[in-house]
């Protein structure tokens, strides 16, 4: 066990908690909106499905617009408390916790782990598709949401992990089961690989781009035809290209961070662009992809928390930690994969070592928005199995 558990347990409160955003961060949002000083159009580029170079100036003024004067940041807020939330203090820093009981007396505890530029919102149209057989919990990465502020650093995967742990303690889930995506498969993984006694099994979401770290964070598979090498080069090309954002959190968070904390246009930027969805050569733009005021109440929600700047953070320390990406061998595990290619398992599990692997043509990187059904009948189907 790591040396701060003692610390972990000096305090196991459980505060509740309402989201509550004050007017006048309301009324600051929507002036600063009012004002914006947009970029000179580069004329011949009017275009606002063409993200070639990022999101399309044509389209993020729309969007703008829509926050500005069309979205109701209220009507979410109802939404988000319809479920019971609390925070508690663990190694010193603040997590926040939906935590959505089932009905179910069967029911087995499920923690979602979300990843960047998600947080606890990801999940709001899949909750309610789960809880007839989980007692949902989703925590917020530190430095995400309403886990802010940062108590220090250093908060990186494995410690962030410790902590998720320690909080399914103070729940009273000696045994619980995992969901990820993004960062979030990397704390489902660690879960799993530290504490394989109580973790049931592990679920992953990924999508087509995986193919894209191929080189990178994960072996080149062998064998491979020139034809199939030529569509993994692409991959990698174009996850090159969509690297911008991770190597300035990995490397210049505090330069990143002074701009989203300061300019609203500038976070919806940062986070619509992610949203935007590759289909045959094109995109479909980010809410053609997952609910626009589902989109908007997550950008908001790191508006309001100033979490732009401090979730950046989360990349500097796990770039910085030397950690390896690790998994729960001894754990039952299932896939399921996004927008998917056929290569995606001859590369990850070219032995068919996961018992349970999906692919599902639809979705892409954030399922759980894009398509929560599909999701949410993979994961039941996946954890019946193994129960």
């Known amino acids: 066990m790591p040396e701060n558990v003692s610390v972990m347990n ?17 009324d600051d949002l929507r002036d600063r909106l009012a004002h914006t000083r947009w970029p000179i159009p580069v004329p011949g580029r009017d275009d606002r ?50 935590h959505v009981r089932s009905a179910n007396p069967e029911a087995i505890p499920l923690v979602l782990n979300h990843g960047w530029p998600g947080s606890f919102v990801d999940y709001q149209r899949l909750i309610p598709l789960l809880t007839d057989e989980f007692h949902v919990v989703v925590p917020a990465l530190p430095g995400f949401g309403f886990s802010t502020p940062l108590s220090g650093t250093g908060w990186e995967l494995a410690r962030t992990t410790e902590a998720y742990a320690e909080i399914m303690t103070r729940l009273g889930y000696q045994r ?40 990178d964070k994960f072996p080149f598979p062998e064998g491979l035809s020139d034809d199939e090498v030529a569509q993994i080069e692409a991959m990698r090309t174009e996850h090159a290209a969509d690297r911008g954002y991770l190597l300035m959190q990995d490397h210049r968070p505090d330069t990143i961070g002074a701009a989203l904390t300061d300019s609203p246009v500038g976070q919806l930027a940062w986070i619509a662009e992610k949203f935007r969805t590759g289909t045959s050569g094109a995109y479909r733009t980010p809410d053609e992809s997952v609910d626009r005021d589902q989109l908007l109440t997550n950008v908001s929600l790191y508006w309001f928390t100033r979490s732009g700047a401090s979730s950046a953070q989360f990349y500097y320390e796990s770039e910085h930690s030397g950690l390896d990406l690790v998994m729960g061998s001894a754990v039952p595990s299932g896939w399921a994969v996004f927008g998917t290619h056929p290569l995606v398992r001859r590369a ?16 892409g990187h ?8 599909l999701l949410a009948d993979d994961i039941r189907g996946f954890f019946r199995g193994i129960s």
């Open 10 to 26: 000096e305090n196991n409160a459980l505060t509740p908690f309402r989201v509550d955003i004050p007017q006048t961060d309301l």
């Open 49 to 98: 499905t063409d993200f070639s170079r990022g999101i399309p100036l044509a389209y993020l003024k729309e969007l703008a617009e829509y926050w500005r004067d069309g979205f109701d940041w209220r009507a979410q807020e109802e939404k988000l408390n319809e479920h019971e939330q609390f925070t508690t203090v663990v190694d010193g820093q603040t997590f926040h916790v939906v």
């Open 176 to 215: 619980f089961a995992a969901h990820g995506t993004d960062v979030g498969a990397g704390t489902t993984g660690r879960l799993a690989a530290t504490y394989p006694e109580r973790v049931i099994g592990t679920h992953t979401g990924v999508d087509r781009l995986l193919l894209g770290l191929l080189g």
């Open 348 to 363: 990850m599990d070219p032995w068919n070592a996961i018992g349970h692997w999906s692919e599902f043509a639809e979705g």
């Open 366 to 373: 954030f399922p759980a928005m894009e398509e929560p059904k």
